[in-house]
């Protein structure tokens, strides 16, 4: 696969956690916490789109403040999303199992998180490719 078509590879991917998110929110019944773990997962693809787009290596890590520390190296003013990502990477692996913090997710801290995983996406998939937003 080439660089452009691994690249195109992960915004897919991160289009389908998008998709997801907005499928479940759009249900008579949304699991909140799903919606959670595609919102950081949405944030992590994109991240890593644009590391490969630039010819940057990642670590393998769910740890959004870590890849964007390595996105804001050839995107300084991407730190500005900062907060986004850490607030994020806390559903990526804990929450997915019962009894942990993900139980008690509701509508609003949901839909703040697709908030949130929707302003990193358009942040930085507009630097790989504008028509892409």
């Not at 929110?25 to 916490?33: E, F, H, K, L, S």
């Not at 769910?62 to 850490?86: F, K």
């Not at 139980?103 to 998939?125: C, F, H, M, N, S």
Request: overall charge negative.
């Amino acid at each position: 696969m080439s660089g452009n078509a691994y690249v195109d590879a992960w915004l897919a991917k991160g289009r389908s956690d998008l998709l997801n998110i907005d499928n479940n929110v759009a249900a008579a019944i949304t699991p909140w916490d799903t919606v959670a773990f595609h919102a950081q997962q949405a944030a992590e693809k994109v991240l890593k789109a644009f590391l490969l787009h630039h010819d940057r290596p990642f670590p393998r890590t769910h740890d959004l403040s870590a890849l964007l520390q390595l996105c804001s190296e050839v995107a300084p003013d991407l730190l500005s999303l900062a907060e986004r990502c850490l607030r994020l990477s806390a559903y990526a692996v804990e929450h997915r199992y019962p009894g942990a913090r993900g139980d008690d997710i509701g509508e609003t801290e949901g839909l703040a998180l697709r908030a949130d995983a929707v302003a990193i996406w358009d942040a930085v998939v507009g630097r790989i490719d504008p028509e892409r937003t």
